[in-house]
């Protein structure tokens, strides 16, 4: 075999070497310009999941470490967000929190979207379990979610798993509502009724042709539920109903800062900040993916 000289126009890349990369570089700017809010908040939860995981290698120290002798000192270059009135390091239990925020918002949505859709799926093609299924979700959305919250919260102690499923039950009934909607539409149409006349089974039709249907509405809602389980959560916390005070969250830190709120505001201010932009990055991330899932509904708007 002859060597390829450097020279030599065989050493040059042909053209379907070259095109695929300018392909997926155009392809991924067309991306970024049509879906400006899906690109933003994608970036920024992305980047609170890297602070979530790395918080141990962040210049980080043990959050429930106890200093009185260094209480509520003021944001400088050896203590970047303070200190509380115990001597621990708010940066630290920020970003320690934010494990916590995040754990909460992600479980929460994905256990409501799942009993949600199972419930909605069931009381949508199944006529006659339609009525006894969706009085009961009535009777659940008549309590504002964070009363039934507190109350369930009442009757077990505080851990993340009890917070998680005191959030969690609440937005069970509008995930089964939206579903079951969706459902009352579908099982009208001609391929659901051409599967049903030829004998497939309920759960064959729920699957395979009913649930593909309902997921790019249950994908949305599950970022609003995402967002709402993170404010509850913090909510839970500040009024001391929700994770122990020993666990770092953004509600506990702004609770054991309130009482100094008018001399020492950085310690209820930075766990606001992160919970702010945390809640704005979902729901950035929902609303890109309403326009991008349903454009006839981005056009009306």
Request: with cysteine.
């Amino acid at each position: 075999m002859s060597a390829v000289l450097p020279g030599d126009p065989a050493a040059a890349p042909t053209l379907p070497d070259v095109l695929p990369p300018v392909r997926r570089r155009g392809a991924v700017m067309r991306f970024v310009v049509r879906h400006p809010t899906i690109v933003a908040g994608g970036a920024l939860i992305g980047l609170m999941i890297f602070i979530a995981i790395c918080a141990p290698y962040l210049h980080t120290v043990d959050p429930t470490a106890l200093a009185p002798a260094r209480r509520t000192r003021a944001p400088s270059p050896q203590y970047w967000f303070g200190t509380d009135m115990l001597g621990r390091d708010i940066y630290s239990r920020v970003l320690y929190g934010s494990r916590v925020s995040l754990i909460v918002g992600f479980s929460v949505a994905l256990l409501a979207s799942v009993i949600g859709m199972l419930i909605g799926l069931v009381s949508g093609f199944v006529r006659w379990t339609d009525a006894l299924i969706m009085r009961i979700m009535d009777g659940l959305m008549a309590i504002p979610g964070i009363l039934l919250a507190i109350a369930l919260m009442a009757l077990t102690r505080g851990s993340v798993q009890n917070v998680i499923i005191a959030i969690t039950v609440p937005q069970v009934p509008q995930v089964a509502r939206l579903v079951r909607g969706l459902v009352l539409s579908l099982r009208e149409q001609p391929f659901v009724e051409a599967a049903t006349a030829s004998g497939s089974r309920f759960w064959k039709i729920a699957f395979r042709h009913i649930l593909p249907n309902t997921l790019a509405p249950l994908t949305v809602q599950a970022t609003y539920i995402c967002a709402s389980a993170m404010i509850t959560e913090a909510i839970l916390s500040f009024i001391g109903a929700g994770t122990p005070p020993i666990i770092p969250s953004w509600g506990n830190i702004m609770a054991e800062g309130r009482a100094l709120w008018q001399v020492k505001p950085y310690i209820v201010f930075f766990p606001a900040i992160f919970l702010s932009v945390t809640v704005l990055a979902v729901n950035l991330l929902g609303d890109g993916l309403r326009d991008a899932l349903d454009p006839r509904a981005a056009g009306r708007l």
